[in-house]
């Protein structure tokens, strides 16, 4: 009996526009920082200047986003057999302790000074702030789409960078907006608009260190995905039941181990090419799974108890 040949392993879908996207994200923080930071700077605004910082760090961040993907979609090779997506899931690990130290250091440099008496900030800082919650707003949205699409923890934890970004300009528009309103009352305001945006990009730092160490430490995907498995082995004819299903993400897609039952009687030779039909059933019926690890198990019989 001879098994179907197996789905060709092929990319994502999506994996190439969420490349384009974090080369674009690049672009546009850098474009946002320079802008921010230079107006903020020459406008007096510490909220202004805090968050163009955090677009320079975006920037930064976005590049490591594009370095991980590329990496992610090589083909496995000797040395690596479940091939390289880690190094997506480790690129979004990198981003969220970026995060966290980017958030310190905004907080820290948003406080100096605040007690002394200084200028007020000028009106114009406002602009750059609106412009890049637009911005950040379109980035968000693409990053999400793609970043889901092609299964990219890097590129959705980029997603959440944007809209942390989009909460750190509100921040500073409202310290901005105080200290202008009333210098002599709320002077401090526009620096504890810096404060805020480096506890924000903190607390998201956080959330997606979190997150990618879950990936990391092999946690099971949700437990839709594992219905659909063991929904998909089943279809294969030959096949009783299901013992066990695990599954482990190795960057863009997951590896699943799975145990299926067979009649006990049966010649190893066909039990071997059930084995390959649910390897290949599942791969064709679940986009989101690079490979299957068949193991065999003799079905209980009826009047004998299971396990």
């Not at 059930?274 to 009047?303: C, N, S, T």
């Amino acid at each position: 009996m001879t098994s179907p040949a197996p789905p060709p392993l092929e990319a994502p879908p999506g994996l190439d526009l969420a490349r384009r996207v974090a080369i674009i994200s690049v672009a546009a923080n850098i474009v946002l920082s320079l802008a921010t930071v230079g107006i903020g700077l020459m406008a007096g605004s510490r909220s202004a200047v805090a968050a163009g910082v955090e677009f320079g760090a975006d920037a930064v961040a976005a590049l490591l986003v594009y370095g991980g993907l590329v990496l992610a979609a090589r083909p496995p090779d000797r040395e690596h057999p479940y091939g390289h997506g880690r190094a997506e899931i480790l690129t979004g690990l990198i981003l969220g302790v970026m995060l966290v130290l980017t958030g310190l250091t905004i907080a820290d440099q948003s406080l100096r000074g605040f007690r002394s008496v200084h200028p007020p900030p000028e009106a114009r800082a406002i602009l750059p702030l609106v412009v890049a919650a637009l911005v950040k707003s379109a980035l968000m949205a693409v990053k999400f789409r793609y970043g889901r699409r092609a299964g990219s923890a890097a590129l959705v934890a980029d997603a959440w960078n944007d809209t942390v970004d989009i909460l750190s300009a509100v921040a500073a528009l409202v310290g901005l907006g105080l200290t202008l309103y009333d210098a002599h009352r709320f002077l401090a305001a526009d620096h504890f608009g810096g404060v805020a945006v480096g506890v924000i990009v903190i607390v998201t730092g956080l959330a997606i260190i979190r997150n990618t160490s879950l990936e990391l430490m092999d946690t099971m995907p949700p437990a839709s995905l594992i219905r659909a498995i063991r929904t998909s082995s089943h279809r294969v004819p030959g096949v009783r039941g299901v013992e066990k299903c695990w599954a482990r993400k190795t960057g863009l897609r997951y590896h699943v181990d799975i145990h299926v039952e067979v009649d006990p009687g049966m010649p190893v030779i066909d039990a071997h090419d059930i084995a390959e039909r649910v390897r290949h059933q599942i791969r064709g019926d679940v986009p989101e799974i690079a490979d299957v690890l068949v193991h065999i198990e003799p079905a209980p019989q009826p009047d004998a108890p299971r396990g």
